[in-house]
């Protein structure tokens, strides 16, 4: 893995984000909508927030699909958009190449209904994580929640640094990796969530291990902004939180047919000419701290695997300078 991906990127960081702006304002000159990146036949947390009314006066405004975490935050931090979201340890990596971001509210997590699996073929001769040596797993992208929880598997099992560089990481779009995994392209599939449950209907397939299995329940992703944003708009920042973390709980807290019901209208009311088929198979967003409040583990675990990739410094970056839970009501005991 490439040292600190988004460096490059960060040249111009301040310029860009001072460039980037959204297209309306209110009375007292905050924004009044955001610009951000969906995903293809599913409902993000912040879309179902609109829906459901959570968003108050803020409105959002889909700029286009993404797959990858790391893209996403940084198109937030760069400007491009408002707001975007991505894998903790991506977040944190970003923070480490001076993005002026602050993590507001988790979105994505492991539980016992929606976590990662890495799946081998029936039959495979893969048993263990020493089996790994010299395979290939697909991952959606390098550098974020897949990757990581990969070589957190091979280093608790006891495999060298050398031998964790002799497994092979191979980006492959999610839709495509059943595929490939029995069309024997790679010997590892990562699949979750949805793409996880149609897979695992199919049949001739079990997973090697799971995250969930790995770390137990943990929120693995959160939403940033940038700084000037939240200085330039805090009333819009707190209720982009608010709305996300009450759409968050709004979807624990009601039958998951209803949630799967609303989700299948907001995806026809949107005309992305998108297939509702996948969206049936969804149970949980994962998030398991309430109205997606994040805590110091979120960001812990990953600056520890991030310093012994020797991607940071000891040090470098502290825990409290990535993220505030200050807009999230539930953070003093329940959503207003």
Known sequence: MNKFRFVLVFTFLVVLSACGSSGGTSGDGEVTELRYQGSVGAVTPPELAEDLGYLGKVKLKWVGNTISGPQDIQSAATGQTDFGGAFNGA??????????????????????????????????????????????????????????????????????????????????????????????????????????????????????????????????????LRDDFIAKNPNAARAFVTGVAKAIEWSKTHPRDEVVARFKAIIAKRKRSEDTTAIGYWKSYGVSATGGLIGDRDFQTWIDWLQREGELRPGQVKVSDIYTDSFNPYANGGAQ
């Open 91 to 224: 977040v944190i990596k970003l923070v480490a190449a001076k993005a002026p971001i602050k993590a507001v509210v988790g979105y994505y997590g492991s539980d016992k209904d929606a976590y990662n699996g890495y799946y081998v073929l029936d039959g495979s001769p893969i048993k263990t994580a020493r089996d790994l040596i010299g395979k290939k797993i697909a991952v959606n992208t390098l550098g974020a929640h897949h990757e990581a929880v990969v070589k957190e598997y091979l280093q608790r099992a006891g495999l060298t640094k050398d031998e964790i560089k002799q497994v092979e990481l191979v980006v492959v779009p999610p839709v495509n990796t059943e595929q490939a995994l029995r069309q024997k392209q790679i010997d590892v599939a990562t699949l979750g969530g949805i793409l996880r449950d149609k897979a695992l209907t199919r049949g001739g397939i079990h997973p090697l291990f799971t995250d969930y299995e790995l770390l137990g329940p943990f929120n693995a992703g959160t939403y940033v």
